[in-house]
C-alpha cells in the first residue's frame, strides 16, 4: 500500500474510533435498561437460555404497547459488546420468500445479570452504579483536574458520597445488594485459591457491608468462630442476621473492633493515601504483633494496554475519583506496599486469585 494511503486508511480508522468513545455511553445506560427491564431473567427462565426475539422477551416482561424493534436495537448493540448472543434465522415470507428473525441469548457475561436462588447477580450493581445522584456527578469529572480539593459527587450533590447513601434508604439498600453481588462471586474464586485464615479464630471485616464475605470465610474455615462485621451504623442496622457473626456500627478513621486478624474488601481504593494510612494504622492498632491486615483490592498493572483487565481497572480508576474522592485510586502493587510500609507492616504479599480483585496481606 502507498504511504499516501495507508495514511488515509489510518485517519479512517481514527476518525471511526472516535466515533465509538463518542458514543460510549450508549453501551452503560442501554445495560441500564436491560437491567431495569429484567432482559436477562427473562431469557434465562430457569436455565434454559433459549435464544428470544425481541418480541418473545417483551411478553414476558412488559405490558402492551411497548417497542420491540427499540428492545432490539438495544440487544444487537449489547451483542458487539459480548452480553448477548445473535441467532438469525431465515424465515419464509409469503411476500418475498424469505425473512430474517434476530433472536437472543445470554452469553457469560449477560448470565452475571441473572438471579440467583438468593436473589444477587450483578445487575444491582450496574443499577446503583447510575442513580441520579450519581450520574449528575459525571459531566463534572474535568473538575477533579482544575480543583481535586472537592469530589465530582460533592460539587453536583452538595456532600460525600456515602453521607449521601446514608440519608436516602433505597440507596443503602441498593448499596448493600449490589455489594453482595458483586462480592459473592469474587469469595468464591478468593476462597478457592488464598489460604491466609488458618489459626485465624476472631476475624474482623472493615467496611463488610451486609457481612457476606464474612458469612462465606466462616462457612470455609470453621476455626474461625468470630465474625465482626463493622461497618456504618446505618449500614450495619440493615445487615442480616448470620450465625457466627456479630454486626458492629463505627467509623474505621475512628477507631477499628480489635481481631486475630483483619479482612477488608474494596476499602482502601475510595481513599486518599493519607486515609489509608488512617485507616491502616488503627488496623495496625487492633492487631496482635504477627497479625495479618488481609486487604482485597483492585491493583493497577504497569502497562497502559487495551485489555479487558486494563481497562476495567482503569475505568473504575475513573469512578472512584468522580464519585468518592478526587485522590482516591487504584493503586500499583507497590504502591499498596509503600503504604502498608508506611504504617509499620513489616512483610507484605501479593496474590493474583481474580483478574479484577488482589488479595494484599500485610503482616504485623
Ligand atoms: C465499596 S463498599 C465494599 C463493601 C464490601 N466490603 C464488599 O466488598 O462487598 C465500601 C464499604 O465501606 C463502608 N464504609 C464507608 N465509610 C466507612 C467508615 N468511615 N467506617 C466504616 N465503614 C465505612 C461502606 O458503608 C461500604 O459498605
Known sequence: ?????ESAEK??????????????????????AIVRLKVADAIWQGGSNAPLSASQILQRIASTGSDPENLQRILRMLTSYGVFEEHLTIESSPLDGSASERKYSL??????????????SYAPYVLQHHQDALMKAWPLVHEAVLDPTT????????EPAYDYYGKQPEMNE????????????????MLDGYDG??????????????????????????G???????????????????????????????????????????????WTDNECKLIMENCYKALPVGGKLIACEPVLPK?????????????????????YRAKGKHRTEEEFKQLGQSVGFSYFRAFYVDYFYTVLEFQK
Open 107 to 120: 452469553t457469560e457475561v449477560g448470565k452475571t445479570l441473572v438471579t440467583d436462588t438468593e436473589g444477587l
Open 1 to 5: 500500500m502507498a504511504l499516501n494511503e
Open 224 to 270: 474461625v468462630r468470630q465474625g465482626i462485621n463493622f461497618d456504618l451504623p446505618e449500614v450495619v442496622a440493615k445487615a442480616p442476621i448470620i450465625p457466627g457473626v456479630t454486626n458492629v456500627g463505627g467509623d474505621m478513621f475512628k477507631s477499628i473492633p480489635d481481631g486475630d486478624a483483619i479482612f477488608m474488601k474494596w476499602i482502601l481504593t475510595t
Open 11 to 32: 485517519r479512517k480508522s481514527a476518525r471511526l474510533a472516535i466515533f465509538e468513545l463518542a458514543n460510549m455511553i450508549s453501551v452503560p445506560m442501554s445495560l441500564n
Open 151 to 158: 469530589e465530582p459527587f460533592v460539587k453536583a450533590n452538595g
Open 303 to 323: 502497562d497502559s494496554d487495551d485489555s479487558h483487565r486494563t481497562r476495567a481497572l482503569l475505568e473504575g480508576d475513573i469512578f472512584v475519583m468522580t464519585i
Open 174 to 189: 441498593l448499596m448493600l445488594k449490589a455489594m453482595s453481588g458483586v462480592s459473592v462471586p469474587f469469595m468464591e474464586a
Open 197 to 222: 485464615f488458618k489459626g485465624v479464630e476472631r476475624l474482623v471485616d472493615v467496611g463488610g457491608s451486609a457481612g457476606d464475605c464474612l458469612r462465606m470465610i466462616l462457612k470455609k474455615h470453621p
